[in-house]
């Protein structure tokens, strides 16, 4: 069982900037993918972001140059820098791991308890 908690969520104003961080209860190498999903009021949970095993990320066509991914093993701790907030990007950013926990190729998936991102315009 991955047990996972995001923080370092808050109110920002417009073109602010914000540090997520998502502490995972296992060596983060042992994950296949760590990534970032939000969920603004009304909508659907999206992607914002991954990172694989390998190191190589992906990023939503709507955050892309604004939003980095990483992670930091010495710590088991993968981050979200924000930079330049819109008030679009209000909304709850949930944690999720995911790992393949057989040949057959089942993925066990975690999910953290979201830490709300408000941006005032």
């Known amino acids: 069982q991955v047990q996972l908690a995001e923080s370092g969520g808050g109110l920002v104003q417009a073109g602010g900037s914000l540090r997520l961080s998502c502490a995972v209860s296992?060596?983060?190498?042992?994950?296949?993918?760590m990534s970032w999903y939000r969920q603004a009021p009304g909508r659907q949970r999206e992607l914002v972001a991954l990172?694989?095993?390998?190191?190589?990320?992906n990023y939503a066509d709507t955050v892309r140059g604004r939003f980095s991914i990483s992670r930091d093993g010495t710590k088991n701790t993968m981050y979200l820098q924000i930079n330049s907030l819109k008030p679009e990007d209000t909304a709850v950013y949930y944690c999720?791991?995911?790992?393949?926990?057989?040949?057959?190729?089942?993925?066990?998936?975690?999910w953290g308890q979201g830490t709300q991102v408000t941006v005032s315009s």
């Open positions: 999720n791991a995911e790992k393949v926990v057989n040949v057959e190729g089942t993925k066990a998936t975690h």
């Open positions: 990172i694989r095993n390998s190191g190589s990320t």
């Open positions: 296992r060596n983060i190498f042992n994950i296949d993918v």
